[in-house]
């Protein structure tokens, strides 16, 4: 790794800078060496020419998906530029190209304020529209990757822009070509989104649905708004606020099993909570797990396990990466212990 930002070319006027504090939503103090802030288009070409000398490469959005240590060398950037374009309406869909440094959350309120409904079970997710993609963000009962129609990257190594199919971004559970070694590569310059001109309401996850009821009584009254807000409203009661308990939201994925280890371990857990996958297989609940090793919240050192939501660690105070690190172990080593079940960190460690 190299820290060394001695005779770098002054590109465009837009020097790097130094000992930039880097945002975080598990609020771990983190210093960026050398940091470039993505503000205009014009700002991609400098991640190529720096990265000649400074490397890795790190991108970051929000930070709501990053477990990160006191100082980060290379080269980090910070995604800050937002333009929304409408494309037009084409084959029953609305495209619009939204540039990655937009707020996750603020877009989507935008296209529901416009008629453009689709996005509602996916609001209130922290972070930008150029992470979206990472992971495939999902929540109740909907994936992004349903509404996208391709994503714009500029290549690293090549110094050009290209654009990827929905295909070409190998969308599944939680994952994507942006977490290989080749996408590792790309930085996410804007989303072109699809959204359905004849919308219908998703409604399959059992708490949304009721929620949803109970105050519009019709499935066919039901507006894409009334999903916005119950989904807000949901979240705000389930999931601690970072910016009130620090937190990288839910910390381990939840571990898809075969049908015959779901078997297995319901014959001897009948209250496990398991969800059947298109593919035969089950999905588990990663935090009901947890909540049965004792871990609900309970602290190691500086994180805790949030008290009603197995899934989420918190920071109490002035947890280091470390302090994540060591309690995320004990909790995955208790689950596999216990039930033969490997859990999945979700966030990203830079430490
Ligand atoms: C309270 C809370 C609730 C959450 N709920 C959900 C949820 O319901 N569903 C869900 O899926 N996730 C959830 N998350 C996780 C998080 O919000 C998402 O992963 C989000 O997409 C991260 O966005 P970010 O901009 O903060 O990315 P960051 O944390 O900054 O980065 C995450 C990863 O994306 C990469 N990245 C970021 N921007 C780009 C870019 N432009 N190009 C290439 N790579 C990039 C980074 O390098 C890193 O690998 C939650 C997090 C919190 C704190």
Redo the contacts with the bound molecule.
């Keep these: 790794m190299s820290n060394s930002t001695e005779n770098l070319p002054q590109i465009h006027n837009k020097p790097l800078r130094h000992s930039v504090s880097i945002p975080?939503?598990?609020a771990l103090k983190s210093l960026a060496c050398n940091a470039l802030l993505i503000e205009e288009r014009a700002d991609f070409a400098l991640i190529s020419e720096y990265a000649q000398q400074l490397s890795p490469v790190?991108?970051?959005?929000?930070?709501?998906?990053?477990i990160l240590p006191n100082q980060l060398g290379g080269l980090v950037v910070l995604?800050r530029q937002q333009d929304v374009h409408y494309l037009g309406e084409q084959a029953a869909h609305h495209y619009i190209d939204v540039v990655?440094?937009e707020v996750?959350h603020d877009w989507v309120l935008y296209a529901e304020q416009q008629g453009w409904p689709g996005l509602e079970n996916?609001a209130?997710?922290?972070?930008?529209v150029?992470?979206?993609p990472?992971?495939?963000?999902?929540?109740y009962g909907l994936e992004v990757a349903q509404f996208i129609d391709s994503v714009e990257?500029w290549d690293i190594e090549q110094a050009v822009f290209r654009r990827l199919t929905r295909d070409e971004c190998q969308f599944s559970y939680?994952d994507s070509v942006?977490?290989t070694p080749q996408g590792?590569q790309?930085?996410?310059?804007s989303v072109r989104f699809a959204l359905p001109v004849d919308w219908q309401p998703c409604l399959n996850y059992p708490e949304l649905r009721r929620e949803v009821l109970s105050s519009q009584g019709e499935e066919t009254q039901v507006r894409s708004k009334d999903i916005l807000q119950a989904v807000i409203d949901i979240?705000r009661r389930k999931?601690?606020?970072?910016s009130q308990i620090p937190?990288?939201?839910?910390f381990f994925k939840n571990p898809i099993v075969s049908a015959a280890q779901y078997e297995s371990l319901l014959s001897s857990n009948p209250q496990l909570v398991a969800y059947e996958q298109p593919s035969g297989e089950y999905k588990l609940a990663a935090g009901w797990l947890i909540d049965q090793c004792g871990w609900k919240g309970r602290a190691l050192g500086t994180v805790r396990v949030h008290q009603n939501q197995a899934l989420?660690l918190t920071n109490t105070g002035h947890a280091s990466a470390s302090d994540v690190v060591a309690i995320a172990q004990k909790i995955r080593a208790d689950v596999q212990a216990r039930f033969g079940v490997t859990l999945e960190q979700?966030?990203?460690n830079w430490a």
Excluded: C
């Design positions: 975080n939503t598990f790190y991108i970051v959005g929000g930070g709501s998906n990053l995604m990655a440094g996750w996916l209130l997710i922290p972070g930008t150029g992470a979206a990472v992971q495939n963000i999902g929540a990257i939680r942006f977490k590792q790309w930085v996410i310059a979240r999931l601690p606020d970072p937190n990288a939201g839910s989420v979700e966030p990203v």
